[in-house]
């Protein structure tokens, strides 16, 4: 793993606690509620005709990998998943479930 021992417990308390934020929206969703703005300004990545459940899904599940990469020391943590470009370190701090570069942005895993 290329970030120390405390930055990695940062990344992975983001991801944590971003999973959480997805979770409770995810739970608000499913009990009925109207999320739409909500999921909306957390700017995630849906392809079109996703129903929101299925992007909070989505995300949830996007979040854990990344976290699981970064509990198992997995390099692949904080690069693009398509070129493999080092994000580096002040973009994952702003966005740490951030996994591709400019290029990369916005396709589909
Ligand atoms: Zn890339």
Redesign the pocket.
């Known amino acids: 793993m290329r970030f120390d021992a405390p930055t990695c417990a940062r990344l992975r308390r983001s991801l944590l606690d971003r999973g959480q934020v997805l979770a409770t929206l995810l739970a608000e969703l499913l009990a009925g509620k109207d999320k739409t703005r909500s999921i909306d300004a957390l700017g995630l990545n849906a392809r079109p005709g996703m129903r929101p459940e299925e992007i909070l899904r989505a995300a949830l599940d996007h979040v854990e990998a990344l976290r699981k990469q970064i509990e198992a020391g997995d390099d692949r943590y904080g690069r693009?998943?398509?070129?493999?470009?080092d994000l580096g370190l002040a973009a994952l701090t702003e966005v740490p479930w951030s996994d591709?570069?400019?290029?990369?942005?916005g396709l589909a895993r």
């Open positions: 693009c998943h398509v070129c493999g470009d591709a570069c400019h290029a990369h942005a």
